[in-house]
């Protein structure tokens, strides 16, 4: 008979601690039989004066105690299934992996369509980024186009200008030298 360790410690506590502590106490030989409990007997050993040994004799079970666990009755044996419940069974099974594949491609289709989707939103936005670049820059350049043919008409205005002053110039000049000389 198998009896586990945790079930050992459990029927030591059922003994009584008064009688233990009192075989330590007391060398005296004490009855054999130290205590009986439904599924084992402890006998006490006088081996020597200083302490003592016991002696766990357990008893083979000869009727269930309700505080016992039963012991499980094997379930009852299966019949062979049919060819038919087979058949059934296997088309089932078919049935369920033909879903789930179905299922598994429709959440594959679904997420590229979101993936399309993304990446076509990425495209315009790229696009318009680029065409509103390109719109900026065509302005940047046409403004300094503008700015550079002005200050170009300001240069011009301002050489005409000294020209037209350094020609006087010379003329009040050639009239001075002519009425001095």
Same mark, same amino acid.
């Given at each position: 008979?198998? !009896?586990?360790? &945790?079930?050992?410690?459990? $029927?030591?506590? /059922?003994?009584? #601690? =008064?009688?233990? +502590?009192?075989?330590?106490?007391?060398?005296?030989?004490?009855?054999?039989?130290?205590?009986?409990?439904?599924?084992?007997?402890?006998?006490?050993?006088?081996?020597?004066?200083?302490?003592?040994?016991?002696?766990?004799?357990?008893?083979?079970?000869?009727?269930?105690?309700?505080?016992?666990?039963?012991?499980?009755?094997?379930?009852?044996?299966?019949?062979?299934?049919?060819?038919?419940?087979?058949?059934?069974? !296997?088309?089932? &099974?078919?049935?369920?992996? $033909?879903?789930? /594949?179905?299922? #598994? =491609?429709?959440? +594959?289709?679904?997420?590229?369509?979101?993936?399309?989707?993304?990446?076509?939103?990425?495209?315009?936005?790229?696009?318009?980024?680029?065409?509103?670049?390109?719109?900026?820059?065509?302005?940047?350049?046409?403004?300094?186009?503008?700015?550079?043919?002005?200050?170009?008409?300001?240069?011009?205005?301002?050489?005409?200008?000294?020209?037209?002053?350094?020609?006087?110039?010379?003329?009040?000049?050639?009239?001075?030298?002519?009425?001095?000389?």
């Amino acid at each position: 008979i198998s !009896l586990s360790f &945790a079930g050992y410690s459990e $029927k030591l506590r /059922e003994m009584s #601690v =008064l009688s233990l +502590l009192c075989s330590c106490l007391y060398s005296q030989p004490l009855p054999n039989t130290f205590g009986q409990f439904e599924d084992m007997e402890v006998k006490s050993l006088n081996k020597r004066a200083s302490c003592q040994a016991f002696e766990v004799i357990l008893k083979s079970p000869t009727e269930p105690s309700p505080e016992r666990p039963q012991t499980l009755a094997l379930p009852p044996q299966k019949k062979e299934p049919s060819l038919g419940e087979l058949q059934r069974r !296997l088309e089932a &099974a078919e049935e369920r992996r $033909k879903s789930q /594949e179905k299922q #598994v =491609l429709k959440q +594959l289709a679904e997420k590229r369509e979101r993936e399309k989707e993304v990446l076509n939103k990425a495209q315009e936005v790229n696009n318009n980024y680029s065409k509103m670049t390109e719109e900026k820059l065509h302005h940047k350049m046409e403004l300094n186009q503008e700015n550079r043919m002005a200050r170009l008409s300001a240069l011009k205005q301002r050489l005409r200008e000294k020209e037209l002053h350094a020609a006087e110039v010379r003329k009040n000049k050639e009239l001075h030298t002519d009425l001095s000389g």
